[in-house]
């Protein structure tokens, strides 16, 4: 009889690694879920309760699952070469860098940055509750970069740091196979099993309100709200029916005009009833709108500025940011104006919403709709330079009345109408956004920060890309910029089996790359994609001067904008 192995992974970039163990384990009977921490717990409960012999997990997961069912638990351990491997990944990000955990993680880790002289400090924790003491204090000591597990990645991206999730690779998933197999051998598949009393959390939530029986406070956590922001009488209406029906999910406007979801739940501890409420900002209440989305942005956009020319636009923006409102970014398709943008946004820091409105699509009434709310940065993208007189009103109207309020415009394109509009000019900022070929420094940089998005979101395994090959890089004409070379890299990192990315790889996904798109015939496909062809055709053979190539096509300027921008 084959041994029955659930494995749970906390995080989805480890099943590809799993999957690639299993095919040579055919002894074992293996399934494979994934979970972190309670929904791990309640994968383990389920596999025990179908025959399953022995789970496997990581970290805190396996730790609270070994304390809810009675079947064997084997931790994947984290070893020596998954710590080279994220000191290896994150040795060239420029910012402060720390990898913080347990002292079976970070005895080894120190060793090993000391060894190889990596630009990482190591801090250690005695238990999971002391990241949440210690993240706030790196981040008051200026570090950037967090390496950790998930708990400490999750705490890290709160606190506005970029996080890098230490990974399991597979020479300690191939370990935890072979221990399942011993710990089966040694341990009865009839234990008893222990009932064990606990009480499901439904979620991490940042705001928090719990009240007891008699509806006072016990607890609260407020992050985006300074207290509790709807109005007693709504609290009150939200227990009544609370109290009633075990339940409680509705959407209601805040004392400031906005509108948050809350949800309540009764909760049973020692014979105690606790009513308990979560509250939420509802960023969707603008998404079902045509042309617009709703963005949160917590943490400050990862901005790559080690050349001259992104070091001059950030400067603008930083320099203009307190006496200006409206900002126009000028710069060719797919250089990252949207980030920028992003970047505004969070510096103002009076709300994690940025509505992000296609001026084009977005219905007059629609329109009116937003900028009649308390939206604190809207961004335009597709201006046209004759829009209808009722948009053109709405937006006169809105910009007159913004002067003396703490809201940001931000337009993706420059339409002459604008300058007609604004009465005083000195609000208005210009900001260049550079093209790729003027960003050679931020390069190799760039190319490490989506490597390590794709190891974390796909379990990528690249984690380095040779000099030589970022060289090939940069000696490639790349006309859609930055959004070209994100594609670009999504798809090498996909198609490499190992750790490094060597120049010989580059060139050779290059050259098929040149090759497919000389094949793609002109008039094949939906009529979108034969337009969008007969676009870059006449852009590459205008050298990307957007100007001509409108004129030759017989459009506007915006309307050849909004067609690349699709």
């Excluded at 710069?331 to 103002?348: N, Q, T, V």
């Excluded at 007609?420 to 210009?430: A, C, K, P, Q, S």
């Excluded at 989506?450 to 090939?472: H, W």
Aim: hydrophobic fraction near 40%; proline fraction near 3%; charge should be negative.
């Amino acid at each position: 009889m084959k041994v029955k192995v659930m494995f749970i992974a906390p995080y989805a970039a480890m099943v590809p690694l799993v999957e690639e163990c299993k095919a040579d384990l055919a002894e074992l009977d293996i399934s494979l879920e994934v979970g972190n921490l309670q929904d791990g717990v309640e994968i383990a409960k389920r596999a025990e309760a179908e025959g399953y012999h022995v789970i496997i997990s990581r970290g805190g997961t396996a730790k609270m699952i070994r304390h809810a069912v009675s079947l064997p638990v084997v931790d994947v351990h984290i070893t020596g070469y998954d710590i080279l491997r994220i000191l290896t990944l994150a040795k060239d990000f420029s910012e402060k860098k720390a990898l913080v955990g347990f002292t079976n993680i970070t005895l080894g880790a120190q060793s090993i940055a000391d060894v190889l002289d990596y630009p990482v400090d190591v801090y250690s924790i005695q238990q999971a509750d002391d990241v949440k003491e210690l993240l706030p204090k790196l981040k008051e000591d200026g570090y950037g970069l967090i390496l950790g597990d998930v708990i400490t990645v999750e705490e890290a991206n709160r606190h506005g740091m970029e996080g890098v999730l230490l990974q399991s690779g597979r020479e300690a998933i191939y370990s935890s196979f072979s221990k399942a197999e011993q710990q089966y051998v040694y341990h009865r598949s009839n234990l008893d099993r222990i009932e064990l009393l606990t009480q499901r959390l439904k979620g991490y939530q940042e705001n928090l309100l719990i009240l007891n029986q008699k509806g006072h406070v016990v607890h609260e956590v407020w992050s985006s709200f300074e207290g509790v922001p709807i109005s007693v009488e709504a609290l009150e209406d939200l227990k009544e029916k609370l109290q009633l029906h075990g339940s409680v999910s509705e959407f209601i406007p805040t004392l400031r005009g906005k509108e948050v979801e809350v949800f309540g739940y009764m909760a049973n501890v020692d014979r105690s009833s606790y009513m308990v409420f979560t509250f939420s900002l509802n960023i969707n209440s603008f998404n079902h709108l045509s042309g617009v989305e709703v963005k949160m942005v917590n943490q400050k956009p990862k901005v790559i500025h080690k050349s001259d020319a992104m070091n001059r636009a950030l400067k603008v923006i930083d320099q203009s940011f307190y006496q200006h409102q409206l900002y126009v970014l000028n710069g060719d398709p797919g250089s990252g104006k949207s980030l920028f943008a992003e970047y505004i946004h969070y510096k103002s820091q009076v709300s994690d919403l940025l509505v992000v409105v296609d001026f084009n699509q977005c219905k007059v009434e629609d329109l009116k709709r937003i900028l009649s709310s308390n939206v604190k940065t809207i961004y335009c993208q597709n201006v046209d330079d004759h829009p209808s007189e009722n948009k053109l009103e709405l937006m006169k109207s809105f910009l007159y009345r913004i002067m003396d309020q703490q809201v940001r415009v931000i337009f993706s394109s420059k339409p002459a109408w604008l300058y007609e509009l604004v009465f005083d000019h000195e609000r208005l900022v210009e900001v260049h956004v550079p093209s790729l070929r003027e960003r050679e420094e931020d390069l190799k940089e760039l190319v490490t920060m989506f490597m390590t998005e794709f190891n974390q979101s796909f379990g990528s395994l690249p984690i380095r890309i040779k000099d030589e090959a970022v060289k090939v890089l940069a000696n490639q004409d790349w006309p859609y910029n930055v959004r070209e070379l994100k594609s670009f890299i999504k798809t090498l990192v996909l198609s490499e089996k190992g750790y490094v990315i060597e120049a010989h790889k580059v060139k050779s996904m290059l050259s098929e790359k040149k090759s497919q798109e000389a094949r793609m015939p002109m008039l094949e496909g939906t009529l979108d994609e034969i337009e969008s062809r007969v676009i870059e055709a006449v852009l590459e053979e205008e050298n990307f001067n957007q100007s001509k190539t409108a004129k030759r096509l017989g459009i506007n300027r915006s309307t050849l904008w909004r067609k690349l921008n699709k």
